[in-house]
């Protein structure tokens, strides 16, 4: 593993802002953010467990490790990523993981990818290696940079390593599903989020609310009592495919795909296209041709943000993303690529034009 570390050393002793790197593990989310630039730095060759530790639900990983290896380590201790990543691809990484900071259907009830990273070690424009978060040190920035890394898109430097924490996987689940319209659906999940309800997944889609429950039997059956509503069959593979984003509502329309982050309460979006709500009411999914300014005006007045997941077939890909950020948010992004990236090497213009 030295030569393939100094291989990485001697990659970024060589880039320029010119001539950058475009890191890249499994490339299963390169269509994920702005243009791609650069010459690729290969991580897949940085790969293996350092450490495992199922009593202290720890687990520290190599960024080029595939992420189904570090699943299938997890399973056999009956334990698991419990914000549940999508992969998006058989060749998904953990650094990839990490970099783009997705998380699945569980986020709403356990936490997102941040919430999980416990330290990280990073290389940086210098080839030197930092130890972040649990690990040995802190950024002398100030910043915690562990949680940093998550969805910054590889702009800050080469995600060595990462120390995860993981949960054990539930006694049991069911999936449940009621007939209700969007804004029935809205209200009875957040009325439903202020109650003692083993609630760990939701969504709803064309008058349908599906909910997940995770736990021990006693509370699922006492769930299922108040609740009411029909059992779903095959409930894995419907949670599978939205997290893999391979449900017909993500396959079979052609029209760009928006991701909506929106306040749980908000009522339903007057927007053009098909949706469909996530996260309790939080996270909202919407394919829809309507103008670009328009869908990003309409989630801000209702207090959130759009971006533009994946383009359409009529859309430019590699075209403002994400949801402009507030100055002051502007700001800190700028100096954290200056304090980490000053020459501009690492994944240059994935988050934006200046980042």
Known sequence: MEQVLQEFKDRIAGAT??????????????????????????????RGIVAYDPTELVITVRSGTPLSEVEAVLA???????????????????????????????????????DFVLGAVLLNHRGEVLHFGGQVMKNVAGYDVSRVLAGSLGTLGLLLEVS??????????????????????????????????????????????????????????????????????????FWHSLREQQHPFFTAQEAPLWRLSLPPVAAPLELDGNQLIEWGGAQRWLHSSAPADGIRAAAARAGGHASRFRAGTA???????????????????????QA????????????GNDY
């Not at 802002?17 to 060759?45: F, N």
């Not at 996987?169 to 003692?196: C, H, K």
């Not at 430019?316 to 690529?337: E, M, N, S, T, W």
């Open 76 to 114: 056999e201790k009956n334990q698991m990523l419990a914000f549940e990543p999508p992969h998006f691809g058989a060749d998904a990484t953990v650094g990839g993981m990490v970099a783009a900071g997705l998380s699945g259907p569980r986020r709403a009830a356990v936490g997102a990818v941040r």
């Open 164 to 237: 995860l924490k993981v949960l054990p996987r539930p006694f049991e689940e069911t999936t449940l599903a009621f007939s209700l319209s969007q804004a029935d659906a809205i209200r009875t999940l957040n009325e439903w989020g202020g109650q003692p309800l083993p609630i760990s997944a939701s969504a709803w889609l064309d008058g349908t609310l599906a909910v997940r429950l995770s736990g021990a039997a006693a509370a699922l059956k006492g769930a299922r009592s108040r609740l009411g509503g029909e059992e779903i069959a095959d409930a894995a593979g």
């Open 17 to 46: 802002a010119e001539r950058p790197l475009r890191i890249r593990g499994g490339g299963s989310k390169d269509w994920y953010g702005g243009a791609l630039r650069g010459d690729v730095l290969d991580t897949r060759g940085w």
């Open 340 to 351: 980490f990236d000053p020459a501009g090497i690492f994944n240059p213009g994935r988050l």
């Open 315 to 337: 859309a430019d890909a590699r075209d403002a993303v994400f949801h402009p950020l507030a100055p002051a948010v502007a700001g800190i992004q700028r100096r954290l690529k």
